[in-house]
């Protein structure tokens, strides 16, 4: 599953080459979209696809709930017994796949986290259960220079127990082949 960053439109022509590019290596790949309606809250910004920025876990469920008929499709037409699922996500989409990792919402072996980061826990907004530790995947973080922004979100995914690797990355605030 990959998650895009920040989308206007059709979205980067340089994320979705990176994306075809692991089409061609033999994976299959399913590009969710955010919601318009989460980005229209801020003016400007009205035509952009955007990924749930607190934690509300209805806001959380609803996307999901959104993919399940795909995830279904995609299982069905790959051969063979069941499929582990990996996360790859971008700037604003790593940020949400990052809350997906911690609480479990999402089951997926690993999350490869390109220029996430992590914004403060919105007041009154629940701190999620992290998953059984049977369920935790692994965490990549491909960090680019927003120091305390990764830090922060370090902190938190450690905190949940997830197994976690970080990786320095010149320009790794976006997706590139």
């Keep these: 599953v990959y998650l895009h960053g920040h989308m206007e439109g ?3 022509a340089a ?5 075809h590019g692991v089409v061609a ?4 790949v399913v590009l969710p979209r955010g919601r318009r309606a989460l980005c229209a809250l801020k003016a400007g910004r009205e035509d952009e696809f955007c990924w749930p920025h607190g934690g509300d876990p209805g806001e959380i469920r609803a996307v999901l709930g959104d993919w399940d008929h795909t995830l279904w499709q995609v299982n069905e037409l790959l051969e063979g ?3 582990p699922r990996f ?4 700037g604003e989409g790593a940020t ?4 997906l990792a911690q609480s479990g919402a999402f089951k997926a072996k690993a999350f490869a986290l390109v220029g996430a980061g992590d914004a403060p826990a919105e007041p009154g907004e629940p701190t999620p259960s992290p998953p059984a530790a049977s369920e935790r995947p692994s965490v990549l973080l491909l960090e680019g220079p927003e120091g ?3 830090n922060r979100l370090d902190k938190r995914l450690s905190g949940a127990g997830l197994p976690l690797v970080r990786c320095a990355r010149s320009g790794a605030t976006t997706l590139s082949t």
Excluded: P, Q
């Design 10 to 12: 059709r979205g980067d």
């Design 15 to 19: 994320e979705w080459a990176a994306a």
């Design 25 to 28: 290596r033999g994976y299959a």
């Design 81 to 83: 017994a069941a499929h």
């Design 87 to 90: 996360v790859l996500a971008s």
């Design 96 to 99: 949400f796949a990052a809350r």
């Design 148 to 150: 305390e922004k990764i």
